[in-house]
């Protein structure tokens, strides 16, 4: 399937022409390599397509009468011919695995640049298992093609042409039986291209439904013991592998029969072309020399086919995974080009439903407006709807029917970078990247100074852990440098809202990973901090919504209250109830919960 994602959410695929055109773009994009590649290729085919030619001349001149002078001339031009082939070929090589990387590279790069321009809920939608699938095992099966396959084939095309036309030169009706040989590995490469890009796409959708359950279980690990979901995740995990396994088998099948049937297919124009070749000789039509020739030169073929149909094989499995890549291209994608602009802050949602799929309604006629510099907290029981409200203000998901819109524009209209500057979703999950504190902290704004960095790190009460490292901003993080726990790597990602400077900030258990000391401290900082921007925060800590401006209660998919803290007390309703089990008050009900 071309052009949009799947019924099931899936990212496209690229079709065949998209394939090809993007493959002609990265040729022209370092076409004097490639030509470089091409010309020493045929260089290298030329020089050994003397090999056979002086052999049968030896012969020839040995059934003569010659002595050994010109024979051994003749040997040394075969030593040097050879020679010349080997240095040729090393350097063809070379060249093409020069040109295979610095292609590589322009794919990785064209990947990152189209994921990082893919919308939240596109992503969101098509889970990271197939995205994390494309951009590691397509990629890297990309990058071995174009290293590897990929001037190997150039190579044995070109000795492969060189060698049937020298076949044809020594005698045209030999080389027409060398041809007609060969006619089975026609019929068996016909056969085998028909069903191995299928074969091969599926077996990448495959193994992506298996990055994707294994992704999705091993991030919800605790979700499934607390609700006792091991046995349907291992179901899943099994039906995902079963899928897996019988997709390999389906393009083992097809491997099976096709090397097989190609190998037989090379003996029989060598051995045509003996008989066929011993029988003129046998009428003193053609000389030893050149029926030895002529059977050398057929062959030597086989070799080159023979790594040309490897190649053809791999490039299938390539192919595809080249065709999952670029695929990437044809996602929906927010064009911030074209995108409007928001005419000033203002937060509208208005008659919002959103239902999961294969889920009943979350959300079912939602109101809400938030008001520039405003400080909102939304509060209300566990499933109420608060994560979901959160993602749609974020541009992360879509609602079903009416409208989120900011500054009189839809939020999932906006484009990637001008989305991440207007709204930033912040939530329990955080991510710490291989590299320095600096490289981390410059993520969210690579022109941000040293100054800029420490105060971001100061904002959110970060600045002392930091100060404390090996070597400040320039201590490597991740694996093989400073580990960080949760609360450290939670501040990390707060201090990169800093630096974002968004207009408005929503906080959906953004402080959850830090003790209740810290993330009041850590909150009130980035109040200050984003002093005149709107914060919209999940409140699960009922402190929050003291602070806010604003109290919205959520509950059963509903906006039940809407005012301030003190208002929603004196009225005595849902809100009021929390806040008495906030504070222990066992006269309200301690059956709702956060």
Not at 161 to 174: K, R, Y
Not at 546 to 569: F, I, K, P, Q, S
Request: proline share 4%.
């Amino acid at each position: 399937m071309t052009g949009s994602t799947t019924s099931s959410g899936q990212l496209p695929v690229a079709g065949p022409a998209d394939v090809r055109r993007a493959s002609v773009r990265l040729v022209k994009a370092d076409r004097r390599a490639f030509a470089a590649t091409l010309a020493l290729n045929a260089l290298a085919a030329v020089a050994g397509l003397a090999g056979p030619w002086l052999l049968g001349r030896i012969i020839d001149e040995v059934r003569g009468g010659d002595g050994v002078s010109a024979v051994d001339r003749l040997a040394l031009a075969l030593l040097v011919c050879a020679v010349a082939e080997l240095l040729l070929a090393r350097w063809a090589r070379y060249v093409g695995h020069r040109f295979g990387e610095r292609t590589l590279a322009r794919v990785r790069e064209e990947f990152v640049d189209r994921t990082l321009a893919l919308p939240a809920s596109v992503v969101e939608r098509a889970g990271t298992g197939d995205l994390t699938a494309r951009g590691t095992a397509d990629v890297a099966t990309v990058g071995t093609t174009l290293r590897d396959a990929g001037p190997e084939l150039l190579i044995n095309g070109v000795q492969f042409l060189f060698a049937l036309v020298a076949v044809f030169v020594i005698d045209p009706l030999l080389g027409a039986f060398g041809v007609l040989g060969l006619t089975p590995i026609w019929f068996a490469l016909r056969w085998y291209l028909r069903r191995a890009r299928d074969g091969y796409l599926a077996e990448g959708a495959a193994n992506s439904e298996v990055a994707e359950v294994v992704a999705a279980t091993a991030s919800g690990a605790r979700t499934v013991e607390a609700l006792r979901l091991e046995e349907r995740r291992i179901r899943a995990s099994r039906e995902a592998l079963e899928t897996s396994r019988r997709t390999r088998l389906h393009t083992l099948y097809l491997r099976t029969v096709f090397f097989p049937a190609v190998e037989v297919s090379y003996l029989i124009p060598v051995a045509g072309v003996l008989v066929i070749g011993g029988m003129l000789h046998a009428d003193g039509e053609m000389s030893l020399g050149a029926v030895v020739a002529a059977a050398l030169y057929l062959r030597q073929m086989s070799e080159p086919l023979d790594q040309i149909l490897v190649r053809v094989e791999q490039l299938q499995s390539s192919g595809a995974s080249f065709a999952r890549v670029e695929g990437l291209a044809r996602a929906p994608r927010a064009d911030a080009a074209d995108a409007p602009v928001p005419a000033d802050d203002l937060i509208e949602v208005t008659g919002v439903r959103y239902a999961y799929d294969r889920g009943g309604e979350v959300l079912r006629g939602v109101d809400l407006t938030v008001r520039p510099g405003e400080r909102l907290a939304v509060v209300g029981p566990s499933g109420a709807g608060k994560t979901t409200l959160s993602r749609l203000l974020a541009g992360v998901d879509a609602p079903s029917t009416g409208t989120v819109t900011v500054g009189g524009v839809p939020v999932v209209g906006l484009g990637p970078e001008q989305l991440r500057r207007q709204v930033v979703l912040v939530t329990q999950e955080h991510h710490v990247f291989l590299g320095t504190v600096r490289d981390n902290l410059l993520i969210a704004e690579p022109t941000a100074t040293d100054e800029d960095l420490w105060a971001a790190l100061e904002a959110v009460g970060a600045d002392t852990w930091v100060r404390e490292l090996p070597d400040g901003l320039t201590t490597t993080l991740g694996e093989g440098g400073c580990r960080t726990d949760g609360s450290q790597a939670q501040q990390l990602a707060l201090a990169r809202v800093v630096l974002a400077d968004p207009h408005t900030l929503i906080l959906d258990e953004a402080t959850a990973l830090l003790d209740p000391t810290t993330a009041r401290h850590t909150e009130r900082a980035l109040a200050a901090v984003l002093e005149g921007r709107t914060v919209i925060a999940i409140a699960h800590r009922l402190h929050t919504a003291h602070d806010a401006d604003r109290v919205a209660v959520m509950e059963d998919g509903l906006l039940t209250e809407l005012g301030t803290h003190d208002e929603l007390v004196a009225a005595d309703g849902a809100y009021a109830a929390l806040w008495g089990s906030w504070h222990g008050d066992r006269s309200a009900s301690t059956e709702t919960s956060l």
